[in-house]
């Protein structure tokens, strides 16, 4: 080594050495570059490697030396990477031995011994600590020629490498340079990994990578937020609990993920899936993945990065939605006819209402038609165009009228003639705006019509029906007031003023207010709210209105409300019709109707409607209450010989009328109640033209039960009278007879008296007994031929002794022989009792005739006194129980007042008539009738 | 068999109407009267009586006159004796009720008196005529 140390020495080290006793190596030409190259090797200042601490190790031992380092020359030092035998981490530059190194021109530094080179003779490490004599070097020079330090060995003796040891010293310098790379490229891959993985997790795609096995690697931060969860951490078979994946709707098995795609080989390429996951919204991903190949193609996983692209594909529905919305508008606009134009004026567009409208199918007229030659009316087209100043051949010009004429901007709508394809014409709204592109150019037009023939016509009908309101207005026979809202009439017709009584120019303006009654007026403002505010549509009632001469009438009021177009009430129609008359007469028919409705409902018979079937229609109160008779009962009859009433009801269709067609007694029910004895009469009441009966039920069951008791009542008393009487008369006839002894005659004429009385008491018992017996139908009758002559004999011969007080004379005037059929007994009854009568009527003096004679298959006998004949008033109860005539005649008073009544119930018992005339002034004549029977032999 | 009535047994509760007909049975018909007040008195003295004709009154109080016939029928035999109701209910369906309870015939009230012992004998011997026919 000793040529190379000469070579180094030159006279400026001589110059240092002198001074400070050694040489400090100067810096090499390329410093700056080394030095940065150096601080990119970023090992300055690191930890211990065990790596380089092993290659000191191996260098001290090869080179048999205590002492190794490796060292990197900075700037101004010596840092020790990893050192063997030295206790110092760095030295400064100045002092090194490697810096020598740097500028030497071999690759290996070797000095022998350090005391006899004058670089380093007085060099303080080797004068003093660690006393250094020998130094040999390796230099670490990396790959692009950069020295960054050395490999050193250190000894303190004097001594030098064999070969063997130099080479392999250079080896390991060689292996240290080697792994100072290795270290930076490791470390600038952790770095550049750890930048990736930042990265990756900020990316807003979502990146997903596995392994050759499938195993899920990257799993960034967008995706695992996609996901809803860190896929990473739950095995595959539990993906489905937490997340799906759909393509086109369909549901994907893991297997054909993009990125199990992906593994298999495939290039995945703007593949969209749907992510849908428990806490996420939807999401729609666009994919692209492929497989990763290592150098030799082989794969060692898959890639797959996803696009979030929802918002990107709502944005797309939406559009094609009101694409889809606008379309359906149009096709189903039947009312609004809407037509696109090119610029040209062909049309472009025609919807369903354009159709409809112009009874063109689309297909006829898209990209044929132009609207301003066909639908327009030509003549009505160069009037426009006159007006604006423009040629209608003029193609532009014509489009843009058509369009409104002037403006391209704006919307233009006004009316015009359309011609449809049948040639009929209807007269459309048209609003034509341009159709502009992204530049503001015109692309052509668009017209939307809407048909207003209907309101052109309605239009014109209501003005003619304006015209004809007018003259029904002035011509009707009714009042006609139209009324503002404040309640005055501002119009007025001929037939209002005349009915009301004013004048025309004093009716106009006038407050209705003043045309009723005041309290209909709050009534009247009711209606009026009420129709202005639309709850009724119009009024019709009956009303009062008082004349200008405070007359009142009565009129039909019919009001209703006139609105504008817009619903807004303008004034109110009031018509007057004058009813006054027909009130009158309704009034008249209401109360009779009410007066018959009372009648009825109030009769004290039971009165019931029946129709043809003998259903109750309508009852009254009394027909009500009859057995709870309610509507739609059937009333039943029932006795002996009462035919089904349904049956009777049919025999009355033949007499209508107010007469009761049929009368007769029968007990009546409903509903199987217990029957009431009534008596029916039923007369037919047609209702509406169908028939109906009227049945008045009389109901008997008071007046049978008074009979009943009445009867009782007589006979009881008529029984407990007889036996006293008995006693009495029968006692005074024994006295009178003198059976008792004589009787004194001071005694005689007070005790005639008294049996007289007695007896007729007992008659007037025995009378009261006949009746009873002939009303409860218990007398009977043993009917045989009799005589008349002397029937009448023997009852004149009776009767004697009775006519002796009233001084009358009875004679029979004979007519040959007649007989009668009759209980012989009760004739003879008949007769005393006429006789009696007559008696008691003649005056004192006269005389009673008997007359009989035969009629026909009758024999009538009569009984005529000369007394002053039966009153007047009293003709008609003459016959009636206890009727006794009023008579100044006290005689009169001393029968009993049954004796006319039992024999004519006796008469017609047995089939005869009784009567009696009486002239004024020729006295009465009773007599009787009974069945002639053929005069027996010998009488 | 006597061919004169002489004995009759008369039953009434009105004691006017017995007295009426004592004195009219009595004096004027000249027969043998035994008045009783009610049917128990009846039955009591009855058979002593030995009556050739009963005139019972139908209405009596406790008990009437068709019972007291039946009671009597009991007592003594009636065979021969006919017996007559007297009543002033008068009603043909009461008058046939009457016979079939036994009376011969009906008398009604009021009665002759003067004639009523006559009608009396004229119903006996009638009795007697169908009885003997």
């Known amino acids: 080594m000793e040529p190379q140390g000469a070579v180094m020495t030159t006279s400026e080290d001589e110059d240092l050495i002198s001074t400070r006793g050694f040489v400090p190596a100067p810096p090499p030409a390329d410093e700056p570059d080394r030095l940065a ?14 790596i380089f601490d092993d290659l000191v190790v191996l260098a001290a031992h090869i080179c048999d030396c205590p002492m190794a380092l490796i060292s990197l020359i900075d700037a101004d030092r010596l840092w020790f990477k990893s050192s063997i035998g030295i206790d110092l981490v760095e030295i400064p530059r100045d002092l090194s031995f490697c810096a020598h190194a740097l500028t030497s021109e071999a690759s290996l530094l070797e000095v022998p011994d350090a005391q006899a080179d004058p670089r380093f003779a007085g060099n303080p490490l080797v004068l003093g600590e660690p006393r250094i004599r020998f130094y040999a070097s390796a230099l670490l020079v990396g790959e692009d020629g950069t020295r960054y330090g050395t490999v050193s060995v250190i000894d303190r003796v004097p001594r030098e490498l064999n070969d063997t040891q130099r080479d392999l010293l250079q080896r390991l310098a060689h292996q240290a340079v080697t792994h100072l790379q290795t270290s930076l490229a490791r470390r600038q891959a952790q770095k550049g990994r750890r930048t990736l993985e930042l990265l990756l997790e900020a990316m807003p795609d979502a990146v997903i990578t596995c392994d050759r096995e499938g195993r899920l690697e990257q799993f960034n931060r967008t995706a695992r937020q996609w996901h809803g969860i860190d896929v990473r951490q739950l095995p595959p078979s539990q993906w489905r609990d937490h997340f799906s994946i759909y393509a086109d709707g369909e549901l994907l098995p893991p297997e054909r993920y993009p990125l199990h795609r992906a593994l298999q080989g495939e290039s995945i390429r703007d593949v969209d899936i749907l992510i849908r996951t428990r806490s996420q919204p939807d999401r729609h991903v666009r994919c692209n993945g492929d497989p990763l190949l290592d150098d030799s193609g082989a794969p060692t996983g898959a890639i797959l990065v996803m696009h979030d692209i929802t918002a990107a594909r709502a944005a797309e529905r939406a559009v094609a939605e009101a694409r889809a919305r606008l379309q359906s508008i149009i096709d189903a606009s039947l009312d609004v006819a809407i037509i696109v134009t090119d610029k040209g004026g062909v049309v472009t567009l025609f919807n369903p209402g354009a159709e409809r409208l112009l009874g063109y199918s689309a297909e006829e007229v898209v990209g044929r038609i132009k609207p301003s030659e066909t639908f327009h009316d030509q003549d009505e087209l160069a009037e426009r165009a006159h007006e604006v100043g423009l040629e209608p051949s003029d193609l532009r010009a014509v489009a843009a009228i058509a369009a409104g004429g002037i403006s391209e901007r704006g919307v233009d709508t006004r009316q015009w003639t359309y011609v449809r394809k049948d040639g009929t014409t209807r007269q459309v709204r048209l609003s034509v705006s341009a159709l502009l592109d992204a530049r503001g150019e015109t692309r052509g037009y668009v017209g939307m019509a809407t048909d207003i023939t209907p309101l052109v016509e309605a239009r014109e009908a209501a003005r003619l029906s304006n015209d004809r309101f007018r003259s029904a207005f002035t011509a009707s026979a009714q009042g006609i007031a139209l009324v503002s809202l404040d309640g005055r009439l501002f119009e007025v017709n001929q037939s209002l003023c005349d009915m009301l009584g004013y004048p025309p120019d004093e009716m106009v303006n006038i407050h209705f207010e003043q045309l009723v009654l005041p309290e209909d007026v709050p009534g009247d403002w009711e209606r009026i709210d009420q129709l202005v505010s639309g709850r009724i549509s119009s009024t019709r009632l009956s009303r009062r209105c008082v004349r200008k001469d405070g007359q009142i009438i009565w009129t039909i009021h019919s009001m209703s409300v006139v609105r504008d177009s817009n619903g807004e009430p303008l004034h109110l129609v009031v018509l007057l019709l004058d009813v006054t008359q027909q009130k009158h007469a309704n009034d008249a028919l209401v109360e009779s109707r009410q007066f018959l409705q009372a009648l009825f409902e109030h009769a004290p018979d039971a009165l019931v409607v029946l129709d043809a079937n003998g259903r109750i229609t309508q009852a009254n109160r009394a027909g009500r209450s009859l057995m709870g008779m309610v509507l739609g009962d059937t009333l039943q009859l029932k006795g002996e010989g009462v035919p089904a009433l349904p049956e009777l009801l049919a025999r009355c269709r033949a007499t209508p009328g107010l007469e009761p067609a049929i009368r007769l007694q029968a007990d009546v029910t409903v509903r199987n109640r217990d029957p009431v004895p009534a008596e029916i009469s039923l007369s037919l009441v047609p209702q509406a033209g169908i028939p109906h009966w009227l049945a008045i039920i009389h109901d008997l069951t008071e007046q049978r039960a008074v009979e009943r008791l009445k009867q009782e009542f007589v006979s009881t008393v008529s029984h407990e009278l007889r036996t006293p009487l008995t006693a009495v008369s029968g006692a005074l006839s024994l006295v009178n007879s003198g059976a008792v002894g004589a009787v004194p005659d001071e005694l005689r004429e007070m005790l005639d008296i008294a049996e007289q009385n007695s007896q007729r008491l007992m008659r007037l018992v025995n009378d009261l007994l006949d009746i009873d017996k002939l009303v409860a139908g218990k007398m009977r009758f043993a ?84 007394g002053s004949g039966v009153p007047e008033a009293f003709h008609a109860r003459v016959f009636d129980k206890f009727a006794q005539a009023d008579s100044a005649d006290d005689r009169a008073l001393v029968g009993t007042g049954l004796g006319l009544a039992i024999a004519k119930e006796l008469v017609e018992r047995m089939g005869g008539t009784i009567g009696f005339d009486s002239p004024p002034g020729e006295g009465a004549c009773f007599w009787f009738r009974l069945p002639a029977a053929r005069p027996e032999a010998g009488a | 068999m006597t061919a004169r009535l002489e004995r009759v047994l008369h039953v009434e509760d009105d ?10 049975l009595e004096k004027v018909g000249g027969l043998t009267v035994l008045s009783c007040a009610s049917g128990d008195e009846a039955l009591t003295q009855a058979p002593a009586f030995a009556p050739q004709l009963i005139l019972l009154d139908v209405m009596m109080p406790d008990m009437d006159g068709p019972t007291t016939l039946q009671r009597l029928s009991a007592v003594m035999d009636l065979q021969a004796v006919p017996v007559i109701f007297m009543t002033a209910k008068v009603r043909p369906d009461e008058l046939d009720g009457y016979r079939r309870l036994g009376a011969f015939d009906v008398i009604i009230k009021p009665f002759a008196p003067l004639s009523l012992a006559a009608e009396l004998e004229a119903r006996w011997r009638n009795f007697h005529r169908i009885q003997g026919g």
């Open chain 1, 37 to 50: 190259a150096l601080l990119r090797l970023e090992m300055l200042d690191t930890q211990p490697e065990p």
């Open chain 1, 783 to 866: 009917v045989e031929t009799i005589a008349v002559r002397p029937a009448i004999d023997e009852a004149l011969a009776a009767m004697t002794s009775y006519a002796e007080p009233y001084q009358v004379t009875l004679e029979c005037v004979d007519s040959g022989p007649a007989a009668v059929l009759g209980d012989p007994m009760r004739v003879m009854q008949v007769m005393n009792n006429l006789l009696s009568n007559a008696c008691k009527h003649s005056p004192p003096g006269s005389t009673v005739r008997v007359f009989y004679r035969q009629e026909g298959d009758e024999v009538v006998i009569a009984v005529k006194d000369e």
């Open chain 2, 15 to 24: 004691a006017s109407i017995r007295a009426v007909a004592r004195v009219a």
